[in-house]
C-alpha cells in the first residue's frame, strides 16, 4: 500500500507539473483531431512490434515449446501491466503470466525478462549514439565523448550479460555459506539460494542456445516498429517531423523510463522524457508535453483493447 501510494503520488507530482504547462483542452483538442487512418497504421504497429517481441521470447525460452500465440497473448498482458502497475511491479507480472499460463517456473521467466532487457538496453543506448550524433551542438560537447560514454555503457551491459551467470553462482554460495556460518538452516535463505541458483542454471541454458542474431534481429525490429509507430502517431497529430528526430525525441522519454524512480505505471516519468526529447529537436513547449501524454494515452487505448480480446480468447480455451 505504502509503495502504492509513494508511485502515485510521484506521477500526480509530474503529471501536475506538465500540466501547467499546458491545458486539458489543448490535449483533448490534439486527440479529437488525430488523423483515424494514421492512427490505424500506428496501432497496426504497435501490434506488430508486440508480435515480434513474442517471438524474441520464444527463442529465449529454453526448456519447453510455448506456442507464439500464447506468448503473444502474455507479451500484450505484460504490456499492459507496465502502464497499471506501481514501482515497476508491472515487470514482474511477465514471469508470473509464464508460470500460469504457459507452466513455466518463474525463475526461467525471470531470467529470459532480464536477458530481453539486457538486449533492449543495448539496441536503446545504439540507437540513441547515432541520433546524437545529428544533435551534437545541443551537448555542447565533442562527439568523441558520446561516443566514449555509449561505448562504455554497452560494454559494461555486455558484461553483465555474458557473466550473468558467475554473478549468480556467486551470490547462491554466499547464501549458503551464511546459512552454515550461522548454524541454523533458515528457510529465507534457503529458499534464496535455491532461487539464485536455478536462474543462473536458466541463464546458462539461454546462452547455450547460442540465439544471440535471432534474438537482436527481432528485438531491433521491435524497437524500429515502436519508433515508427511513434512517428505515425505524430503525423497524426498534424505535426511535420523527420523520422531521426522522433527517434531522438523518443528515446530520451523510453531512457528516462528505465530509470528505478517511477510512479503509477510509467505515467509521468515517460511524459516527462518525451517532453525533454522533443524540445531539444525544435517542438513549441506546448506541442512537446501534450503529444507525450497524447501518444501514451492512444497505446494504453490499444494495449487494453488487445488485452481484452486476448482475455476472452484465453478464457474460451
Known amino acids: 500500500m505504502k509503495r502504492f501510494l509513494i508511485s502515485l503520488l510521484i506521477t500526480i507530482g509530474i503529471i501536475f507539473v506538465l500540466f501547467t504547462q499546458i491545458t486539458l483542452k489543448d490535449l483533448y483538442t490534439l486527440l479529437k483531431n488525430i488523423d483515424p487512418f494514421w492512427a490505424l497504421l500506428g496501432s497496426g504497429g504497435y501490434l506488430l512490434a508486440i508480435l515480434f517481441r513474442a517471438i524474441r521470447y ?7 515449446d510455448i506456442p507464439l500465440s500464447e506468448l503473444f497473448r502474455i507479451s500484450v498482458f505484460y504490456n499492459l501491466s507496465l502502464m497499471v502497475l506501481p514501482s515497476k511491479l508491472g515487470e514482474l507480472s511477465y514471469p508470473y503470466l509464464l508460470n500460469k499460463i504457459s507452466g513455466l517456473s518463474m525463475t526461467e521467466g525471470l531470467a529470459s525478462l ?13 540507437i540513441f549514439l547515432f541520433s546524437s550524433i545529428g544533435f551534437q551542438n545541443f551537448f555542447k560537447i565533442n562527439i568523441f565523448f558520446i561516443i566514449l560514454f555509449a561505448a562504455v555503457l554497452i560494454l559494461l551491459i555486455l558484461l553483465v550479460f555474458f557473466y550473468m551467470t558467475n554473478c549468480l553462482m556467486f551470490f547462491s554460495k ?3 555459506k551464511i546459512s552454515r556460518w550461522t548454524g541454523k538452516n533458515y528457510k529465507p535463505f534457503q529458499w534464496g539460494q535455491k532461487k539464485i541458483h536455478e536462474m543462473a542454471e536458466d541463464f546458462y541454458a539461454i546462452k547455450a542456445k547460442k ?5 537482436i534481429s527481432t528485438s531491433l525490429v521491435s524497437w524500429i516498429l515502436v519508433f515508427w509507430m511513434f512517428y505515425v502517431f505524430m503525423r497524426g497529430f498534424g505535426l511535420e517531423i523527420s523520422f531521426l528526430k522522433v527517434v531522438f525525441g523518443s528515446t530520451l522519454a523510453i531512457i528516462t523510463n528505465a530509470l528505478p524512480i517511477s510512479g503509477l505505471g510509467n505515467w509521468g516519468t515517460l511524459e516527462a522524457g518525451w517532453a525533454t526529447g522533443f524540445l531539444i529537436v525544435g517542438l513549441s513547449k506546448e506541442k512537446a508535453i501534450a503529444t507525450g501524454f497524447g501518444v501514451h494515452i492512444i497505446v494504453f487505448v490499444v494495449c487494453a483493447v488487445i488485452s481484452f480480446v486476448c482475455w476472452m480468447t484465453l478464457k474460451k480455451q
Open 58 to 64: 520464444k527463442w529465449l525460452i529454453h526448456s519447453k
Open 114 to 126: 532480464i536477458a530481453s532487457r539486457v538486449y533492449d538496453f543495448f539496441i536503446i543506448l545504439m
Open 174 to 176: 554466499i547464501l549458503q
Open 211 to 215: 540465439a544471440y542474431f535471432s534474438v
